[in-house]
């Protein structure tokens, strides 16, 4: 599998049944697969939601949002649990307003699950973790 470096967005070649071990960019050393959602800019977006190797969830989101806030304890827990079957990430849409706009984000919170590059999935309104493990399900991620 081939996997986006979400630090210096290098792309790695990682045997599938190493992504369990942590893997480490060849170029930089960063995790491959942290635990945590990735802050992607208008620079990163494109180039990482691309060679992410694994189905990638972004949270669209805002500082002003009251559930954004609610929700980014959830995301962050899911996040860690699902590091090796989905990527995480997150765009800040005051500070991205073109990628929100591209993506034609009308209501934040929004989840966007790509596939190989394309939207596949998207759905709106803050969620719980069994609801959003329960989303992620519906689309096929386990």
Same mark, same amino acid.
């Given at each position: 599998?081939?996997?986006? *470096?979400?630090? *210096?967005?290098?792309?790695?070649?990682?045997?599938?049944?190493?992504? #369990? &071990?942590?893997?480490?960019?060849?170029?930089?050393?960063?995790?491959?697969?942290?635990?945590?959602?990735?802050?992607?800019?208008?620079?990163?977006?494109?180039?990482?939601?691309?060679?992410?190797?694994?189905?990638?969830?972004?949270?669209?989101?805002?500082?002003? *949002?009251?559930? *954004?806030?609610?929700?980014?304890?959830?995301?962050?827990?899911? #996040?860690?649990?699902?590091?090796?079957?989905?990527?995480?990430?997150?765009?800040?849409?005051?500070? &991205?307003?073109?990628?929100?706009?591209?993506?034609?984000?009308?209501?934040?919170?929004?989840?966007?699950?790509?596939?190989?590059?394309?939207?596949?999935?998207?759905?709106?309104?803050?969620?719980?973790?069994?609801?959003?493990?329960?989303?992620?399900?519906?689309?096929?991620?386990?």
């Amino acid at each position: 599998m081939e996997l986006a *470096c979400p630090h *210096c967005l290098a792309v790695n070649r990682v045997p599938d049944e190493r992504l #369990a &071990e942590s893997p480490k960019c060849g170029k930089c050393g960063a995790v491959l697969l942290p635990a945590k959602p990735l802050d992607l800019t208008a620079d990163s977006f494109d180039r990482f939601i691309a060679r992410a190797g694994l189905p990638v969830l972004v949270d669209f989101w805002a500082e002003w *949002c009251g559930p *954004c806030k609610m929700m980014a304890p959830v995301f962050q827990q899911v #996040a860690a649990e699902m590091a090796t079957r989905v990527r995480f990430a997150k765009v800040d849409t005051e500070a &991205e307003p073109q990628v929100s706009m591209r993506h034609h984000i009308k209501g934040i919170p929004s989840l966007i699950l790509f596939r190989n590059g394309a939207e596949a999935a998207r759905t709106s309104g803050a969620m719980d973790g069994h609801a959003l493990k329960r989303w992620l399900a519906a689309q096929g991620i386990r």
